[in-house]
């Protein structure tokens, strides 16, 4: 890409079958989630609803999986634009947890603040061996969204939760294993291999068992997702998450005032 070209923002979708993998590729932000990267993948969820596919991977282009919120986007200057922002989101997170097809995740690379969320909305997350996962809403002044504080401590307690999301503490993808951030792991590279065959397993079983129970799993997200919407949308409005996007953009490190 030459300084006169759209940086490229896509979901490439490729079909095996049954089967749908869909890939964030978005390189010039290491495929952070812009809304219309969110937008765009919201869509192909929704046709994939009815469109006879039976599971979806779930991955991201050049070794990322997802770098997170793009903060260069994260224009929101009233509690009300930041409710806007969230109900748009969250048409996005009631169709990965509470859609019909299975999604399993392939994480290659880093898996960082809302990636980490997107992953943990997946059914069966497999991460390369040396993936990383981490947090770091605090520091742009915001809290974890996409359902994360509802999804994590689910997986691996409140406590680890706690931390993860107070201190930044990164697992790589074996550690994630052992916690039980993550379902199985992979060599290097060979994470979209290993979740296409648990995708085929899948896709090989009665869907509406599945389906129910996603269903089941996810019937205590829309109290979760109520708070989200309001106390995330505060924040947006807040002194402190201005400062952190300006901190973030210019590569310094943020000054807090609790506003």
Request: glycine share 10%; net charge neutral; proline share 4%.
């Amino acid at each position: 890409m030459d300084g006169n070209q759209t940086p490229r923002m896509r979901i490439n979708a490729e079909r095996e079958g049954d089967i749908l993998v869909l890939t964030l590729d978005y390189p010039a932000r290491r495929n952070a989630l812009a809304v219309p990267l969110r937008t765009e993948l919201e869509a192909a969820l929704e046709k994939a609803q009815s469109d006879g596919t039976r599971c979806i991977v779930l991955t991201g282009a050049e070794g990322i999986f997802s770098a997170g919120g793009d903060i260069s986007g994260m224009n929101v200057e009233t509690p009300l634009e930041g409710r806007e922002r969230m109900r748009r989101t969250h048409r996005l997170v009631r169709l990965m947890a509470r859609g019909n097809v299975p999604i399993i995740a392939a994480v290659e690379g880093w898996a960082a603040g809302a990636g980490c969320s997107l992953a943990l909305l997946c059914d069966h997350v497999v991460a390369a061996e040396d993936a990383k996962f981490v947090l770091g809403f605090h520091k742009i002044g915001l809290m974890a969204d996409l359902a994360l504080p509802m999804t994590l401590p689910a997986r691996i307690g409140l406590g680890r939760a706690r931390d993860m999301m107070l201190f930044h503490t990164q697992y790589t993808g074996a550690q994630a294993l052992g916690i039980g951030l993550v379902d199985a792991i992979a060599p290097k590279g060979q994470a979209l291999a290993a979740a296409m065959e648990k995708a085929r397993a899948l896709a090989a079983e009665a869907p509406l068992p599945i389906a129910y129970m996603k269903q089941w799993f996810s019937d205590e997200m829309e109290a979760a997702l109520a708070k989200e919407s309001d106390w995330q949308a505060a924040l947006f409005a807040t002194a402190d998450h201005k400062e952190g996007r300006e901190a973030f953009l210019g590569k310094r490190k943020p000054v807090f005032g609790g506003r």
